[in-house]
């Protein structure tokens, strides 16, 4: 299995600013996934994150509004660029592990 | 085109009731099928899921799958809900070698009733 931590947990923000959420996993993986669930919506995929390349992007997202960091095979950051309201959403990080996908506990974003 | 439908949006039971929730599919490859709960204010977590085998699949929670792979459906199933069972429920598809990359249905919000 493998416990994920995500900071913050939520946050408000004003748009045309941005945020940057760090995912922590307690077990080395080679690839980490970031989604955006929408308020009321499902989970929708943003992109793949392997250690040592680019992120890869899902069709309708792009890394300057989404840049990716994955420095080591632990952690990851997904920043949310010049925010607008239609970014408000729960930002997950997950983890495949043995064909299993465990999910963080999400960041709530809000924006003004 | 991969998809996943689940066909209601929102399901009311009594506490004690059966519970079935729908859900279907399409996916040009083998599927790997995984039912997911989300709790209010709570992170996903897994139910149960599906690879391959035996296509009725028992979970977490008193949780059971069934694979039907000529309906393209991964019904999920419980003989007898409990308050807690009331929560969000999510079905998603990924394919082998793949499984990080999931495809979610829109969810069903299960109430209870007491």
């Known amino acids: 299995s493998a416990v994920i931590s995500q900071k913050p947990s939520r946050d408000i923000c004003q748009r045309g600013t941005s945020l940057t959420i760090q995912c922590q996993v307690d077990s080395q993986v080679t690839m980490m996934f970031w989604y955006r669930q929408q308020p009321g919506q499902s989970l929708t995929l943003i992109a793949t994150?392997?250690?040592?390349?680019?992120?890869?992007?899902e069709s309708g997202f792009v890394i300057d509004k989404f840049p990716i960091s994955r420095p080591n095979l632990t952690f990851s950051t997904l920043t949310v660029s010049n925010m607008s309201p239609e970014d408000s959403s729960i930002y997950l990080c997950?983890?495949?592990?043995?064909?299993?996908?465990?999910f963080g506990p999400g960041t709530r974003l809000t924006v003004t | 085109a991969q998809s996943v439908t689940q066909p209601d949006i929102h399901i009311t039971v009594s506490e004690g009731a059966s519970l079935e929730l729908r859900c279907n599919y399409s996916y040009g490859a083998t599927p790997y099928l995984f039912w997911y709960v989300q709790s209010p204010g709570q992170g996903l977590q897994l139910l149960l899921k599906?690879?391959?085998?035996?296509?009725l699949v028992q979970g977490i929670k008193g949780f059971e799958a069934e694979f039907k792979r000529s309906q393209s459906s991964f019904n999920l199933r419980k003989p007898s809900v409990h308050w807690s069972d009331a929560a969000e429920y999510f079905c998603a598809v990924g394919g082998s070698g793949n499984t990080g990359k999931l495809i979610f249905g829109q969810g069903t919000t299960l109430q209870v009733k007491p």
């Open positions: 599906y690879f391959s085998g035996d296509t």
């Open positions: 994150a392997n250690q040592g390349s680019e992120a890869t992007y």
């Open positions: 997950s983890v495949d592990s043995i064909g299993e996908q465990y």
